[in-house]
């Protein structure tokens, strides 16, 4: 089994180490351009050593941006901002990766320091909002519009899109967002998914649209670069989508030339009853690895380094994913290092601390 130290190939990217940077919204972008603060989040985090440096969930569409404030990729013109920061994430040694997105009914709210409730027109925000069925969120949420036929060939072609835009930006990773209850996942989880058509009630119909995604990115996505898609393995709702359904859409989508889950969970529905604990999403991981054969990444509340070697020496998780203790210390993996008695190569600028 793998160290957290060991390299990792998936299709033609070497991954140095096993530690990606988990996406992380910030909350910082004007009109879904990526800037300033983009660069020096994702790329001091590429400095600090992770393998892979995944930037936050990025909108597809305009109005799928959680908030005013979101990154996207939906201009043509986001190409060249995102250029200058994988380009920085390179010359790390790091690999630079995008999470494309689209919020769905939980679009147009405000950034978590402002409340993070729907914002409207008044706040930079907007409307309609669409999902599977028209059901909000939440009482307080906008009413979503269902999509219909043309408005998920379009979604499904926006993804296709900035697939495409993630190429020409120098990304060599793309993980699709089908979690925490965003559009995607608005699709899979009965919870959100009331439709009676082709993309509504069986198992197939609900993840019709996940796998069509897949497939448009596929299209463009270049066969030497890996795709990862995040799901929510339960949402930890009776009646909601569960892990057994995840591990039989990861069986299917490592036939269709995904490379790895990365298994999180929740966010389909408000007051979901999570045992947050230690690497409380780590048995998610180890039963879709096992079950459904494909390379999967661990996330949640892992926070130290013997804890996240001993996940991928016991076989559970091919990739160790960080989000907060990241944001807490950009220099974990080399603290990390130093902790197992790896020795890990400084940035030359910083070698006479070392
Ligand atoms: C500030 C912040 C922003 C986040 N944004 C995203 C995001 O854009 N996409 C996503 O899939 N998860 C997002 N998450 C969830 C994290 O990626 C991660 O799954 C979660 O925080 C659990 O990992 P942790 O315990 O290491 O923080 C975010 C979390 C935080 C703290």
């Known amino acids: 089994m793998a160290g957290l130290f060991d390299s990792m190939d998936i299709r033609g990217v070497r991954l140095k180490n096993r530690i990606v940077v988990s996406p992380m919204c910030q909350y910082s972008a004007i009109d879904g351009m990526p800037n300033d603060w983009h660069l020096v989040h994702l790329g001091s985090r590429a400095v600090g050593g992770a393998a892979l440096v995944l930037a936050e969930a990025t909108a597809v569409q305009a109005d799928g941006r959680i908030s005013p404030e979101d990154t996207g990729i939906y201009d043509e013109s986001h190409v060249e901002a995102w250029a200058r920061i994988t380009r920085f994430i390179v010359e790390q040694g790091s690999v630079p990766g995008i ?53 998920i060939r379009a979604a499904v072609l926006a993804f296709r899109t900035a697939a495409e835009r993630s190429l020409r930006a120098g990304f060599r990773v793309i993980e699709i967002h089908a979690a925490h209850g965003y559009l995607l996942h608005q699709f899979l989880s009965p919870l959100s998914n009331r439709r009676s058509d082709a993309y509504g009630g069986s198992f197939d119909n609900r993840t019709r649209i996940v796998l069509e995604t897949v497939e448009a990115v596929r299209s463009v996505w ?81 926070t130290d380094p013997i804890q996240a070697a001993a996940i991928l020496e016991s076989g559970q998780a091919d990739l160790i994913v960080l989000a907060r203790e990241l944001l807490r210390d950009p220099y974990w993996p080399r603290r990390a290092a130093k902790e197992l008695g790896v020795e890990l190569e400084p940035p030359p600028q910083y070698a006479r601390a070392w």
Do not use: M
């Open 99 to 151: 999470q494309l997105a689209h919020a769905g009914r939980k679009a147009s709210t405000a950034p978590p320091w402002k409340g993070g409730k729907p914002v409207g027109e008044d706040q930079g925000g907007w409307s309609p909002i669409w999902s599977a069925s028209a059901l909000p969120f939440a009482d307080d949420y906008q009413t979503p519009l269902a999509l219909d036929s043309d408005g």
């Open 222 to 302: 270049p066969g030497d670069n890996p795709l990862f898609v995040r799901l929510s393995a339960t949402d930890w709702v009776q009646g909601g989508w569960d892990l057994q359904q995840s591990v039989e859409l990861a069986r299917i989508l490592s036939s269709r030339e995904v490379d790895v889950i990365d298994c999180s969970s929740g966010g389909a529905v408000p007051g979901a009853k999570i045992p947050i604990g230690p690497g409380y999403q780590v048995p998610f991981a180890e039963s879709i690895r096992r079950e459904a054969e494909i390379p999967t990444a661990a996330v949640g509340l892992i």
